[in-house]
């Protein structure tokens, strides 16, 4: 149920944790709350996370439920940007699952792109192909 004034923000990293954050937005629709969903990656689209949590005050939300797999910062960094209360939903970390392993060899990948100028160049084009296809909303 996403109205024009929503009252609760539901964020996520990426698509993929729709899936476990729809029940939030499954719950708040049944008790006919207006709330909004986005998808607002810590990593991936940090401009869009700031301009999310420090906007939220301004367009009315009261709180911000946050879900994210991978290394799960997307939370604690959204708390960091506002005052609103932020709840964090546990979607995966590091060590779970395909996104750990993908987050593994990325955090191993920066690792040596310290010492390695055209693996950092691979690798600042390959996040910016991932920037590039993050979408606005879930669905």
Do not use: F
């Amino acid at each position: 149920m996403a109205e024009d004034r929503p009252l609760i923000g539901i964020i996520m990293g990426s698509r993929s944790d729709w899936e476990t954050m729809r029940h939030a937005a499954e719950t708040l629709a049944a008790l006919n709350v207006a709330h909004e969903c986005r998808i607002v990656s810590a990593h991936r689209t940090p401009d869009r996370l700031y301009a999310y949590a420090k906007g939220a005050v301004e367009r009315g939300l009261l709180a911000i439920i946050a879900g994210a797999g991978g290394a799960a910062h997307l939370p604690g960094m959204t708390a960091s940007m506002t005052r609103l209360p932020v709840l964090g939903v546990p979607v995966g970390t590091l060590a779970i699952g395909k996104a750990g392993a993908i987050n593994a060899a990325l955090l191993a990948a920066a690792i040596a792109a310290t010492a390695d100028p055209a693996l950092a160049a691979r690798l600042d084009a390959w996040r910016a192909k991932q920037t590039a296809g993050v979408d606005e909303a879930p669905e």
